[in-house]
């Protein structure tokens, strides 16, 4: 599966993007941000890569303008939600890119094959409280939210962080389209 936007390609990873992938893997603001380990070395992001070559719903972030990837998004298993047609949605993109409207329009993106492809019913996406950046990715998008989970989550440099939770329905996913369009 491959979609596209104006600036973007969304595909599956393969071999070829280690590079891309270990250049904005490897930075420490971006692993805090999404809460994994920075990657140290290309074997590090070798096995996460080969993880994501075999994970049909992850997708790499193509730049047209110079073919690089430069982040991922996912629909993976909703750990809260386990008795409905659901996923979770995650993200993460390459620091050079923040600042540009690219995550906001991958996530329209992704939406909009979620929900009228997949058909699922509902997705959840949340942020650590200090990520503000990606609070207003989600707010564009339409979500809604839903809470704060206080101390729910354990970095690797033993910070306890506070994660915003929000969902969209499939109703909702529609009439905010139908609104924007209005």
Avoid at 14 to 38: R, V
Wanted: hydrophobic share 40%; proline share 1%.
């Amino acid at each position: 599966m491959v979609l596209e936007t104006e600036r973007l390609i969304l595909r599956r990873f393969n071999i070829n993007d280690l590079d891309d992938f270990f250049e904005y893997a490897k930075i420490e603001e971006i692993g805090l941000n999404a809460g994994w380990i920075p990657h140290s070395s290309k074997e590090d992001t070798s096995l996460i890569l080969n993880m994501f070559i075999n994970d049909k719903n992850t997708f790499a972030i193509v730049y047209k303008n110079n073919n690089k990837v430069i982040g991922s998004i996912s629909l993976s298993r909703d750990k809260l939600r386990t008795t409905t047609n659901s996923k979770s949605l995650g993200y993460v993109l390459s620091k050079k890119y923040w600042g540009k409207g690219i995550m906001t329009e991958v996530v329209k993106k992704i939406l909009e094959y979620a929900f009228l492809n997949l058909n699922l019913d509902i997705i959840s996406v949340s942020h650590f409280t200090d990520n503000i950046a990606s609070k207003k990715v989600i707010i564009k998008n339409g979500f809604i939210y839903e809470g704060t989970l206080r101390n729910s989550f354990l970095l690797y440099n033993g910070k306890i962080k506070d994660k915003c939770i929000y969902s969209l329905t499939k109703l909702e996913y529609i009439d905010f389209k139908r609104r924007q369009y209005a």
